[in-house]
């Protein structure tokens, strides 16, 4: 199954210059945990923000999100995919990278859609409905991208 099939398409996006409380109300509207980043002059992806890049940013920080900037805090090394690509080979992308999100691009890198754990879980649910979704897959990507990168010395989960 190609990832156009399942992918959000309509994506708000947030530009580097914003601030994070710009970010934060589009999240909010839009009622998810992360927003890809876009250029202002070529609608490229060029990052992706999370709620939790807002958090950390203004507690490390001590500033208001309204002081802080998207390029501040933004991951600049975002993993994208195509439309055209396999569910199956985001799984494996997001297995690799920790990632929930991946943004969908065109051959410009300009956005087209989002695929996240959550639409890959609602298709998995739905497959199963006839019998034909390996749930055990979707399981697997959870626990992958739920690993903690860093774990403190002394720390489990």
Known sequence: MDVQKIMTTNVSCVRSGDTLSTAAGV????ECGAGPVVDPTNDE???IVTDRDICIAGWSRNLPPSAISVSE???SEVV???ATDSVASVESLMRAKQVRRVPV???HRRLVGIVSLGDIAVAAERDAAVDTAPSHDVAALL???STPRHAPAGVTH
């Open 27 to 30: 999240m909010w509207d839009c």
């Open 45 to 47: 992806v060029v990052g």
């Open 73 to 75: 805090a933004m991951a």
């Open 80 to 82: 994208t995919c195509l």
């Open 105 to 107: 691009v065109d051959r």
């Open 143 to 145: 626990a992958r991208v």
